[in-house]
């Protein structure tokens, strides 16, 4: 018969180890065997404060009537993080929601605590109105996954692009 008397409870997410000992009926005990292992319960963390939209390198904050084409970036921290689970759902940026702005992350680790820059290219942004909603997803190696939206405001851009100036010639 095997009997076994444990407690997981103890168990941490992080390194882990199960020490085992087998006795048989005459009580004869086997060596300590060891039993090392990872447990993974967190998900990875996406930074909303570094969310950005840009065109040509300048930060957007403001919306206006014309459609244009947009760059997104954002931070995500994790260590294990699997790097083409990290997608992005900007449908809501443009009025026809545009199936192509659905779209999977370039990460680039920063540094070496878990920190990547993942970013997306070519969004068309034509929102139609201040407010503009956009879904992160991202997973990790052990297949935890993180899900989070991001609301902006925005002020409206009443500047017109180009103002025509006469010159006089003399």
Do not use: H
Not at 64 to 75: E, L, P, Q
Not at 113 to 127: A, E, F, K, L, V
Request: glycine content about 6%.
């Amino acid at each position: 018969a095997i009997s076994i008397s444990s407690s997981l409870s103890s168990l941490t997410d992080g390194e882990n180890s199960i020490y085992v000992r087998a006795t048989d009926n005459l009580d004869q005990a086997s060596a300590d065997k060891n039993v090392n292992f990872r447990i993974d319960l967190s998900v990875p963390s996406i930074n909303t404060n570094t969310f950005v939209m840009s065109r040509k390198n300048v930060i957007i904050s403001s919306y206006s009537s014309n459609a244009i084409t947009v760059d997104a970036n954002i931070t995500v921290t994790e260590t294990s993080l699997s790097l083409d689970s990290v997608w992005g759902n900007f449908t809501n940026l443009s009025k026809t929601n545009a199936p192509g702005n659905i779209q999977k992350a370039v990460c680039t680790q920063i540094g070496t605590n878990g920190n990547y820059r993942c970013s997306w290219q070519g969004i068309q942004y034509d929102p139609g109105g201040n407010t503009i909603k956009v879904t992160i997803n991202a997973s990790d190696s052990s297949g935890n996954r993180v899900v989070v939206p991001i609301t902006r405001t925005l002020s409206k851009d009443d500047s017109s692009r180009s103002k025509s100036k006469t010159f006089k010639i003399s």
